[in-house]
């Protein structure tokens, strides 16, 4: 078994412990967002988010062929989440809601929520489709050499 193997069945079993052991921790669903967030949570929250998927399966491709050029996404975006999140934790747990659309109705409207949610579903859509083909060169360069041993 290829060491590329061992790191990605450890990362998957590590994710389940800390998954089953939050889960026995949680009380109710406000632990995951708004309210039953400190500082530190929104922190890995946003992080989680923004940086979990993207930066592991789209972004390391492009920091290995180009070096550091390749980091500077991940180091931007975690940077600003650490920055959004000491600014503006307290005000996103006030503001009782959990998604930036909600956000932006709070302040602007429905109009500007219908909006929002429009662009972010095409943007999520983009980052999906782009890490589901990270995801698949991925599994064809490990599987594919564990293929060719058998």
Partial sequence: MSIQ??????????TILIGLY??????TANSFHGAGLGILMCVAAGTGEW????STTGISEYGFTHGISGAWY????????????????????????VTVPGIVEKYVGVNARVVASVLLTF??????TAQII??????????GRLLLWV
Avoid: E, H, P
Avoid at 5 to 14: D, E, K, S, T
Avoid at 75 to 92: D, P
Avoid at 134 to 143: D, N
């Fill in 134 to 143: 990270a995801a698949g060169t991925l599994g064809v360069s490990i599987l």
């Fill in 5 to 14: 193997l061992v790191i990605i069945v450890l990362y998957f079993i590590l």
């Fill in 123 to 128: 943007v999520m859509i983009a980052v999906g």
């Fill in 51 to 54: 940086l979990g998927g993207t």
């Fill in 22 to 27: 939050a889960n026995k921790k949680s009380k």
């Fill in 74 to 97: 991940s180091l931007a975006n975690g940077i600003g989440i650490i920055v959004l999140a000491i600014f503006f934790a307290k005000l996103y747990r006030s503001l009782d809601t």
